[in-house]
């Protein structure tokens, strides 16, 4: 398994690309690792955009029906 860049730069590159899991996933990992404030603000703050973004987008699909 490739060993993956922790730094705030490497995190910073990846995370517009990243998936409502995979953010989730990233802030869990940062939880019971290296516990960096700046980097759970900066997960937290784009996996609750990632997930309003698609709770929006479900409750748009059910004013469609």
């Known amino acids: 398994m490739k060993k993956r860049d922790n730094s705030y730069r490497a995190l910073s590159r990846v995370l517009p690309s990243m998936t409502e899991e995979e ?33 929006r987008s479900e409750l748009m699909k059910e004013l469609e029906r």
């Open 23 to 55: 953010l989730k996933a990233a802030l869990t990992e940062e939880l019971e690792g290296l516990r960096r404030v700046a980097v759970v603000e900066r997960l937290h703050q784009r996996f609750t955009t990632a997930r309003a973004r698609r709770e």
